[in-house]
C-alpha cells in the first residue's frame, strides 16, 4: 500500500534538545496528522492540521501544514525521556481514509 | 474524551483457527471504523474500512474473504481472521471516527497482538 516518506527514519538526542522531522507526500493532501506511538499500544493524536500553511502548538510539540500540501513538519522543544517513541505523519485528501508515513523512531538520551 | 477498546490485546492461537478481534467505541457512535496491520518496525497499512450499516472497503492485496469485517453497530466492528497462519502474525489496530470528534477525526485502540503458531 501507499505510504508517506517520512525522514529521518531514527534519531538520538540529548535531552533538552529540539528535534525536528518531516513527512513528504507525492500527493497533494488536505488533512495531515501527527501521532505518537509507544511500544505495544496504539497511536495517540498530536496535532491536526486542516489548511495550507497552518501552524499549530501543543505543549512543546509544534506542526505545521506545508505550503505546496505535499508535506508536514513536527517540532519538539527541549525533549524529555518520555518523548521517546514512534512518530507517524498521517495524510488525507476529501475522505477520511488516512496513509500513515514510515515513522520517526525517537531516542532521547538523558 | 472519546475512547475506542479493543479486544482481546494479545492472542496465541494454533494454525488453521480463526480469531476475532473487537473494537468498540465507548463513548460515541462511530459511523466509520477502520483497520489497520502493522508489522514490527513498520508502519500502519490499512486494511479496510467498514461503514455502519454497509460492506467494508478492502485495500488493495487485502483478501476479504480471510480477513471479515462486520460493522453491525455505530459502537461496534469485528475483524476475524480466518483459517489464520503464522504469516497472519501481526498487530492489529482499529480506529473510529464519528462526524462529532471534531478535530481528532480518528481514535485509535490499543491494538491487538496475534501470534500464529
Known amino acids: 500500500g501507499q505510504q508517506l516518506n517520512q525522514s529521518p527514519q531514527s534519531m538520538f538526542i540529548q535531552e533538552g534538545e529540539d528535534v525536528s522531522m518531516n513527512c513528504t507526500s507525492s500527493?497533494?493532501?488536505?488533512?495531515w496528522l501527527w501521532y505518537k506511538q509507544d511500544p505495544g499500544e496504539g497511536p495517540v493524536l498530536l496535532i491536526a492540521l486542516y489548511k495550507a500553511g497552518e501552524l499549530t502548538s501543543n505543549g512543546r510539540l509544534t506542526a505545521q501544514f506545508g505550503i505546496t500540501r505535499k508535506d508536514s513538519f513536527l517540532n519538539i522543544s527541549a525533549s524529555i525521556p518520555s518523548d521517546v517513541g514512534i512518530y507517524f505523519c498521517?495524510?488525507?485528501?476529501?475522505?477520511?481514509?488516512?496513509?500513515f508515513g514510515t515513522g520517526t523512531r525517537l531516542k532521547v538520551l538523558a | 474524551g472519546a475512547v475506542v477498546s479493543q479486544h482481546p490485546s494479545w492472542v496465541i492461537c494454533k494454525s488453521g483457527t480463526s480469531v476475532k478481534i473487537e473494537c468498540r467505541s465507548l463513548?460515541?457512535?462511530?459511523?466509520?471504523m477502520f483497520w489497520y496491520r502493522q508489522f514490527p518496525k513498520q508502519s500502519l497499512m490499512l486494511m479496510a474500512t467498514?461503514?455502519?450499516?454497509?460492506?467494508?472497503?478492502?485495500e488493495q492485496g487485502v483478501e476479504k474473504d480471510k480477513f471479515l469485517i462486520n460493522h453491525a453497530s455505530l459502537t461496534l466492528s469485528t475483524l476475524t481472521v480466518t483459517s489464520a497462519h503464522p504469516e497472519d502474525s501481526s498487530f492489529y489496530i482499529c480506529?473510529?471516527?464519528?462526524?462529532?470528534?471534531?478535530?481528532?477525526?480518528?481514535?485509535f485502540g490499543d491494538g491487538t497482538r496475534l501470534s500464529i503458531l
Open positions: 500527493s497533494i493532501f488536505n488533512t
Open positions: 480506529s473510529a471516527r464519528s462526524p462529532a470528534t471534531g478535530s481528532k477525526p480518528q481514535h
Open positions: 463513548d460515541f457512535q462511530a459511523t466509520t
Open positions: 498521517a495524510g488525507a485528501s476529501g475522505t477520511y481514509k488516512y496513509i
Open positions: 467498514s461503514n455502519e450499516g454497509s460492506k467494508a472497503t478492502y
